[in-house]
């Protein structure tokens, strides 16, 4: 890697620790939220085989704007329209309900572009093995299982985008929690 993608991926690292500094993961520990999307850009590079930069900074940052006060005009002007636009696909519209925001992922799947593709494998990856492994702290068998059926339907949307990533994801999926 190069000195000044290293620099980049360096500087996407701080930022999204300080925007997410004062968050939390749902699990009974409450891990720091940064493990998160540090976890996605493991996944990506060291499961996926992903080198592409703009997919691992937009993985990074891939919470940003719609868990903190980031906007996208402040990810435009930090790191480039295009990075913004990434995250910005990857992004749920809060102004709308829980219901609907599930609905348009799954809705919208089949329109994101490559790389938000990637990113959006990752997380859902990312996700089921949380439910697996360190579930928010409330949730009954049924909302497991929900959610893991849902983020199914999230990715049968976006097949056909990377093979390794989609098989990984159908590995965790086999872990459905059962009654
Ligand atoms: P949420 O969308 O509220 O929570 C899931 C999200 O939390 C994940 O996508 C992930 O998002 C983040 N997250 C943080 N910590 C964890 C963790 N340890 N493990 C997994 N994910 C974590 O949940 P639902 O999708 O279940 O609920 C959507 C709506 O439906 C809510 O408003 C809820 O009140 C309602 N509801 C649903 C029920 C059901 O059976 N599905 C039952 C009762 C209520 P990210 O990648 O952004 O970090
Ligand atoms: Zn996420």
Do not use: C
Not at 11 to 37: G, V
Not at 95 to 112: F, G, T, V
Not at 120 to 143: E, G, V
């Amino acid at each position: 890697m190069d000195k000044q993608a290293l620099q980049q991926l360096m500087r996407t690292l701080a930022f999204a620790a300080r925007k997410h500094r004062d968050q939390r993961r749902k699990d009974i520990e409450a891990s720091p939220y940064i493990n998160h999307p540090i976890t996605l850009a493991d996944i990506l590079v060291n499961e996926g085989g992903v080198t592409d930069r703009e997919t691992l900074i937009a993985a990074l940052l891939h919470d940003t704007i719609e868990d903190t006060d980031t906007t996208a005009e402040e990810i435009a002007s930090e790191f480039g329209l295009v990075i913004a636009g990434l995250v910005m696909e990857v992004s749920d519209d809060s102004s709308l309900s829980k219901l609907e925001r599930k609905e348009l992922q799954i809705r919208h799947a089949p329109d994101l572009s490559h790389k938000a593709r990637l990113v959006k494998l990752a997380d859902k990856i990312a996700n089921l093995r949380d439910i697996d492994q360190s579930p928010p702290a409330d949730w009954s068998l049924q909302r497991k299982q929900a959610y893991f059926d849902w983020a199914k339907a999230v990715i049968d949307g976006l097949r056909g985008t990377h093979e390794g990533l989609e098989a990984i994801f159908d590995a965790a999926y086999r872990k459905r929690p059962e009654g």
